[in-house]
């Protein structure tokens, strides 16, 4: 395991410093006890739910490896984490800009018996320059996930591996059958409660699940300012849009129904 540094949320230059450098920065105290609290809650259901319809081997990212849609932001445990005070100043400085948007919030989660993950990027290169001179890589941030951890991450239970600094690379992602020990073993163990905001373009991966728990992961999604997707559906019901905060209901200004 590398020697990832753990930040207060109060150390906004720091934060902001480790994660231009490394494309994803780990983040302390983010949460209040009692939004850990109802943020576990409504994991437990969801994840019940979701493995009451699908067994483990039709998981939707692999064997015993699931992910929840983004359309969990209509719910108040996962739209909670929208506007929260401890990670927004982050993202602002992030992007020098309060004109960010949110686009979604969903999460993952391993069952025991998963397996590693290959390592991947979670943006594909839209830019699609016929002169290949400018890539997705080439650019600031486009596309941040803020991960929400509903358990403590260990080594045994499937935690997330990350590759520092590969958010700006051009290089290839090796396949999991050439991918260097190191790599392998470069996973973020932290306590639940710990946040990770990421570039999505940073090379990641899940790892095996040896133990006998779930291991769960919340998510919120950002895009740049002057960012978009091809496609952001209106995902966020009114009813609940009507719940949050007036700075998350700019936030989410482009995925609330009509």
Not at 33 to 57: C, F, H, K, W, Y
Not at 99 to 116: F, H, L, R, V, W
Not at 172 to 189: F, G, Q, R
């Amino acid at each position: 395991m590398l020697d990832f540094e753990v930040i207060s949320h109060t150390e906004i230059d720091r934060s902001v410093s480790v994660f231009n450098r490394d494309g994803f920065v780990i983040i302390r105290d983010a949460l209040a006890p009692d939004q850990l609290a109802l943020a576990q809650s409504g994991t437990r259901r969801e994840v019940a739910n979701q493995m009451a319809e699908i067994p483990v081997e039709r998981a939707n990212r692999g064997y015993a490896r699931y992910s929840f849609n983004q359309q969990r932001i209509h719910l108040p445990e996962w739209y909670q984490l929208i506007d929260l005070p401890t990670i927004l100043p982050i993202l602002e400085q992030v992007w020098g800009s309060s004109n960010y948007i949110c686009i979604g919030a969903g999460g993952d989660y391993s069952t025991p018996g998963a397996k590693i993950q290959p390592l991947h990027s979670d943006l594909s290169d839209l830019l699609n320059d016929p002169l290949s001179q400018v890539k997705i890589q080439d650019i600031p941030t486009p596309y941040v996930a803020v991960n929400f951890l509903m358990a403590e991450f260990k080594a045994i239970n499937g935690a997330i591996r990350f590759v520092p600094g590969t958010h700006r690379s051009r290089k290839p992602i090796p396949k999991l059958e050439d991918e260097p020990d190191w790599m392998k073993s470069s996973i973020v163990c932290a306590p639940a409660g710990t946040v990770i905001i990421r570039d999505v373009r940073c090379w990641h991966g899940g790892t095996a699940n040896n133990s006998d728990k779930i291991r769960p992961m919340l998510d919120v999604l950002y895009l740049a300012p002057w960012f978009r997707l091809p496609h952001m559906n209106k995902i966020l019901s009114r009813s609940s849009y009507e719940n949050v905060s007036p700075r998350a209901q700019s936030l989410c200004r482009f995925i609330v129904e009509y």
